[in-house]
């Protein structure tokens, strides 16, 4: 068996197959093996696991990739997903969203929350497109003290699928001292990633929503992949609208890896790590 895994949760949307068939290449690439998870309810846990293995089988034949099967009986099942990619060490976890959710939705919550609190990287698969690799990483940057850290994981899959990472300068504030934090933020970022021999770019945005511009700035680079921070709640307005990152995670038909925030050390102090 395979050390490194990729947990893909599946259920009966058709963005759950899509999730799985777009992990393949990830999987490839890492080494890793694939767990399909299977959340029963109620007493079907006997046929969901034995859709799952016909899945497994099947998808194994097609992809030639080492997939298990686990099958897991809870009404929790956002909650489910965090404990077994704890339980299997998962390098990521590859989701298939439901078609767009209104933020009322107690589903759709759920859903955010399990990737809002996932220590995994966890990339939400919304549209039914199939993309053939990753030619293309969006990497936005905000003048948040988080923002850089999502750099070193955009490294790490532009070096394994030969991508070009953009930087992209989210301008929402006309604070002066708040721009030219930005700017350098976004000018270290571009310099450290060319210095890692990854071909990148760098632009500037601006506008007065965050997830507007960054959904506009993915559309207009033909993104494979856009990389944010899945940031926590901080006020009112943003409880009622829901946060920048669920909004993305809302509203994108291209693939969305959110990354958990982490805490700063003198062991981490590197924003690149």
Same mark, same amino acid.
């Given at each position: 068996?395979?050390?490194?895994?990729?947990?893909?949760?599946?259920?009966?949307?058709?963005?759950?197959?899509?999730?799985?068939?777009?992990?393949?290449?990830?999987?490839?690439?890492?080494?890793?093996?694939?767990?399909?998870?299977?959340?029963?309810?109620?007493?079907?846990? *006997?046929?969901?696991?034995?859709?799952?293995?016909?899945?497994?089988?099947?998808?194994? $034949?097609?992809?030639?990739?080492?997939?298990?099967?686990?099958?897991?009986?809870?009404?929790?099942?956002?909650?489910?997903?965090?404990?077994?990619?704890?339980?299997?060490?998962?390098?990521?976890?590859?989701?298939?969203?439901?078609? $767009?959710?209104?933020?009322?939705?107690?589903?759709?919550?759920?859903?955010?929350?399990?990737?809002?609190?996932?220590?995994?990287?966890?990339?939400?698969?919304?549209?039914?497109?199939?993309?053939?690799?990753?030619?293309?990483?969006?990497?936005?940057?905000?003048?948040?003290?988080?923002?850089?850290?999502?750099?070193?994981?955009?490294?790490?899959?532009? $070096?394994?699928?030969?991508?070009?990472?953009?930087?992209?300068?989210?301008?929402?504030?006309?604070?002066?001292?708040?721009?030219?934090?930005?700017?350098?933020?976004?000018?270290?970022?571009?310099?450290?990633?060319?210095?890692?021999?990854?071909?990148?770019?760098? $632009?500037?945005?601006?506008?007065?929503?965050?997830?507007?511009?960054?959904?506009?700035?993915?559309?207009?680079?033909?993104?494979?992949?856009?990389?944010?921070? *899945?940031?926590?709640?901080?006020?009112?307005?943003?409880?009622?609208?829901?946060?920048?990152?669920?909004?993305?995670?809302?509203?994108?038909?291209?693939?969305?890896?959110?990354?958990?925030?982490?805490?700063?050390?003198?062991?981490?102090? *590197?924003?690149?790590?």
């Amino acid at each position: 068996m395979k050390p490194n895994a990729i947990l893909v949760p599946i259920d009966s949307t058709e963005q759950s197959v899509t999730a799985l068939t777009q992990s393949y290449n990830l999987a490839r690439l890492t080494n890793s093996r694939i767990v399909l998870l299977g959340i029963a309810d109620n007493n079907n846990k *006997s046929e969901l696991q034995r859709k799952l293995n016909e899945l497994a089988d099947q998808s194994q $034949k097609t992809a030639g990739i080492e997939i298990e099967v686990m099958v897991t009986e809870t009404k929790e099942g956002y909650e489910e997903i965090n404990r077994v990619a704890d339980l299997i060490g998962a390098l990521f976890v590859v989701i298939g969203m439901e078609s $767009k959710m209104a933020f009322g939705n107690i589903k759709a919550a759920h859903a955010f929350r399990m990737v809002r609190e996932s220590v995994h990287p966890v990339i939400t698969i919304r549209g039914n497109k199939h993309r053939d690799g990753c030619k293309t990483i969006l990497l936005p940057i905000d003048p948040s003290f988080q923002s850089r850290q999502k750099v070193g994981k955009g490294l790490e899959l532009a $070096k394994l699928f030969g991508a070009t990472l953009k930087v992209v300068a989210v301008h929402t504030s006309t604070d002066e001292s708040i721009e030219n934090k930005l700017l350098a933020y976004a000018n270290q970022s571009w310099k450290y990633i060319k210095s890692q021999g990854v071909e990148a770019t760098i $632009k500037s945005v601006r506008g007065t929503d965050m997830p507007t511009l960054i959904l506009g700035a993915a559309k207009d680079a033909d993104a494979d992949l856009i990389v944010i921070m *899945s940031e926590d709640k901080s006020g009112i307005m943003e409880m009622i609208k829901g946060t920048a990152a669920e909004r993305i995670i809302n509203n994108s038909d291209i693939p969305v890896l959110s990354l958990r925030p982490r805490k700063m050390t003198k062991e981490n102090a *590197s924003f690149w790590s």
